[in-house]
């Protein structure tokens, strides 16, 4: 299927004009970034990994109700996906504290949360993704008080099935992110799940050895990420054990540090 003009590059993934109006193809790069972008590198397959990955999650939220940009995927990097006005919000859901949480309150690490703790940031790169209230998001506008309502349920929903689907292949579901979208679907806004859920945005650990299966491998220099990338997926039965995904290379990827002025 022939690209568009490229709308949009972000960190991980590049958005261009779909084939129809109103749509947009969105292609899953190999670019890992850490630390507000202040570390960098590039792990081959991972694109691949994830574009599978984010696919079989989006579908399976599909079935269940949630409303998605999703139409379908294209190829083994590239997603069909509805072009949608994202909101300008992350929506960061957590069930057990770690990252960023211990570090700000001195909570235990790997502590269980009572229930499902839901946070929100401020899409903005320069500023390094601040932690915000839902008074923020009612007085700037950034969503209204009913579209939020709406969000927060979705959120809930998510990791409610996400936990069920992930515990039942060995892996505990720690924390995720979500962003959503405005589109107009027969004259009526709809908000949409877009992005990606894959674990370049989750936290996911091994249920026994609590093994990292995630973007923590790189932020924390653990190794081994495209090997915990297809681990996830074979867990999930996207891919088989014996599967070659040819544009994978195991070459240890090499990160650059960007200090600041």
């Not at 923590?216 to 915990?228: T, V, Y």
Request: hydrophobic content about 40%; proline content about 2%.
């Amino acid at each position: 299927m022939n690209k568009g003009k490229k709308l949009y590059e972000g960190k991980a993934k590049i958005l261009y004009e779909g084939p129809e109006k109103g749509t947009a193809i969105q292609h899953f790069k190999d670019d890992a970034t850490a630390f507000n972008n202040q570390k960098k590198s590039n792990v081959e397959g991972k694109g691949v990994l994830n574009n599978r990955i984010s696919e079989h999650i989006f579908n399976n939220l599909n079935q269940i109700g949630i409303k998605t940009h999703l139409m379908k995927r294209l190829n083994m990097r590239e997603q069909l996906v509805r072009l949608v006005e994202i909101i300008p919000l992350e929506f960061i859901v957590r069930n057990i504290a770690t990252g960023s949480l211990t570090k700000r309150l001195g909570i235990a690490d790997g502590t269980i949360l009572s229930k499902p703790l839901i946070e929100y940031s401020y899409k903005n790169d320069e500023l390094g993704d601040p932690l915000i209230a839902k008074e923020h998001i009612l007085e700037f506008k950034w969503a209204t008080e009913k579209e939020l309502e709406m969000i927060n349920n979705y959120c809930l929903r998510i990791n409610d099935f996400m936990q069920g689907m992930f515990r039942g292949v060995g892996i505990k579901l720690v924390d995720f992110k979500l962003e959503f979208g405005r589109v107009n679907i027969n004259n009526k806004i709809e908000i949409l799940l877009a992005d990606e859920i894959s674990p370049d945005t989750c936290r996911l650990w091994d249920v026994i050895s609590e093994k990292k299966l995630d973007k923590d491998r790189f932020r924390k220099d653990l190794g081994n990420i495209i090997q915990a990338y297809q681990e996830v997926a074979r867990r999930l039965g996207i891919i088989h054990e014996e599967a070659n995904i040819s544009e994978i290379k195991f070459g240890k990827p090499k990160a650059v540090i960007i200090k600041k002025k």
